[in-house]
Nanobody, 125 residues
Framework: EVQLQASGGGWVQAGGSLRLSCLAS????????IGWFRQAPGKEREEVTL????????HYADSIKGRFIMFIERDKSTVALQMNNLLPEDTAVYYC??????????????????WGQGTLVTVSS
């Protein structure tokens, strides 16, 4: 069974840093894309970072580009999200997810069927 457990959320002032961690188990790392998502109150879930197994590259949302970095540590079975220069608009519940990746003629598709429980990040102004 694929299991994801997110941790590391908390309160921080604007400009501060926070490191989230996702403990993953129950799957082959070579078969799944890994990403971090977030959902703020009243808003839809937003993709923050994504590691594509086919492209072997990281993708970052424009809203956090240059501030957040995702690290995959297979030996520790963890996926970390280092968040720097945090802004109040970064306040949200953060989720780690795992997805099957499929190539199609127009690009890549993901099936996000596995999620961690989420961890709350609150950034004060």
């Amino acid at each position: 069974e694929v299991q994801l457990q997110a941790s590391g959320g908390g309160w921080v002032q604007a400009g501060g840093s926070l490191r989230l961690s996702c403990l993953a188990s129950g799957f082959d790392w070579d078969d799944y894309a890994i990403g971090w998502f977030r959902q703020a109150p009243g808003k839809e879930r937003e993709e923050v970072t994504l590691y594509s197994i086919s492209e072997r590259s990281m993708h970052y949302a424009d809203s956090i580009k240059g501030r957040f970095i995702m690290f995959i540590e297979r030996d520790k079975s963890t996926v970390a999200l280092q968040m720097n220069n945090l802004l109040p608009e970064d306040t949200a519940v953060y989720y780690c997810g795992a997805a099957r990746e499929r190539s199609i003629p127009t690009g890549l598709e993901y099936e996000w069927n596995h999620w961690g429980q989420g961890t709350l990040v609150t950034v004060s102004s």
